[in-house]
């Protein structure tokens, strides 16, 4: 607490201003889940979540694009903002994957430092990166799943809604709904879509070859985070029972 006191006392100071966006609301996350999961879990969760927005960072800087800290919101997650948006949809991909990518190699640190310690709370830690970056990789916008496929057609978005409409059902959330509004919008877009319009060739005319590479990319992030996620739920069945 008086950590985060400190933090908010630098709201007076500009330069302080990004320390405050990242570690205040990174501490206010811990301990609000902390309440809920006990204090090592919500640390060891909020710092996968971190991961994950820092290879979003990472992605956009190495495209030149200008960008915010991370901030986090409880039960929500975490986002940085793009202060430059993308040119085109190869940029977009690019940006899209570094997250996933980055939350996945954590995500396995995790599992493998929990195989040889036989630590219970890194393989939760483990099971809840792999089905967060799986969760992100559904493939409608804005999840990074929907930047991603978006290389190929701003379309593919149209097979995310049935796999938004699937998770509801199977365990609803005021979450999914606030996800579903956030990505009505983009649903429409894909059903408007007109490839044959200039804006469109412009922004979505990427090459073969990188189509090809971020399809790959998805695909083999989507295998590896679904057998990982469901091999370590089925680990962790001693502690549900």
Known sequence: MKLLLLLFSGLKYLKFGKLFATGGTMLLSVAVYAFVFGWR???GFVLLLLVHELGHYVAARQRGLDVGAPVFIPFVGAWIQLKDMPHDADTEAYVGLGGPLAGTVAS???YFAARSTGS??????????FFINLFNLIPLSPFDGG???AVLSPRIWLVGVPVLVALFFWRPSPILILVAVLAFPNVLR???YDPSLPENQ???GTTLES????TCAYLG?????????HDVHDMLGHLRG
């Open 120 to 129: 219970d709370l890194l393989l939760a830690l483990s099971y809840a990166g």
């Open 202 to 204: 412009a922004y979505y």
């Open 108 to 110: 396995l640190a995790c």
């Open 190 to 192: 894909a059903f408007k």
């Open 41 to 43: 879990y919500a640390a």
């Open 221 to 229: 992030l989507v295998c590896v985070l679904a057998i990982m996620a």
């Open 147 to 149: 930047r991603i496929t």
């Open 211 to 214: 189509k090809l590479t971020y």
